[in-house]
């Protein structure tokens, strides 16, 4: 397991944009499949983005187009951007790692073992 640690969360008016940034710990960070779900009031977390180490990257439906995931593995860090943000973007966003490097689905939070504490994300109509 590694140490994450979630930031970039905010109150933005529908149609605006953020970047959520995952900043982890250990040393091995390039090796990680690196992903973000999310979860609002009352609903199950769902995927979101997910970026292996190959910088192969995978979106849920409801997002592809308008956000990106992309990682910096010099810093640690992966990232979110977000843009056109719609109200129903809101949730708590979380990042997560895969550092065991057995990875049977990107989007099933089952295949990680390491979580941010998770930042919020409002988005206003």
Same mark, same amino acid.
């Given at each position: 397991?590694? #140490?994450?640690?979630?930031? *970039?969360?905010?109150?933005? #008016?529908?149609?605006? !944009?953020?970047?959520?940034? $995952?900043?982890?710990?250990?040393?091995? /960070? !390039? %090796?990680?499949?690196?992903? +973000? /779900?999310?979860?609002?009031?009352?609903?199950?977390?769902? /995927?979101?983005? *997910?970026?292996?180490?190959?910088?192969?990257?995978?979106?849920?439906?409801?997002?592809?187009?308008? /956000? &990106?995931?992309?990682?910096?593995?010099?810093? =640690?860090?992966?990232?979110?951007?977000? =843009?056109?943000?719609?109200?129903?973007? &809101? @949730?708590?966003?979380? $990042? @997560?790692? =895969? %550092?065991? *490097?057995?990875?049977?689905?990107?989007?099933?939070?089952?295949?990680?073992?390491? +979580?941010?504490? *998770?930042?919020?994300? %409002?988005? !206003?109509?």
């Amino acid at each position: 397991q590694v #140490q994450l640690v979630d930031s *970039g969360g905010g109150l933005v #008016q529908a149609e605006g !944009s953020l970047r959520l940034s $995952c900043a982890a710990s250990g040393h091995t /960070f !390039s %090796t990680y499949t690196m992903a +973000w /779900f999310r979860q609002a009031p009352g609903k199950e977390r769902e /995927f979101v983005a *997910g970026i292996r180490l190959t910088s192969i990257t995978r979106y849920a439906d409801s997002v592809k187009g308008r /956000f &990106t995931i992309s990682r910096d593995n010099a810093k =640690n860090t992966v990232y979110l951007q977000m =843009n056109s943000l719609k109200p129903e973007d &809101t @949730a708590v966003y979380y $990042c @997560a790692a =895969n %550092t065991q *490097g057995i990875l049977s689905n990107i989007r099933d939070l089952r295949d990680y073992d390491s +979580w941010g504490q *998770g930042t919020q994300v %409002t988005v !206003s109509s």
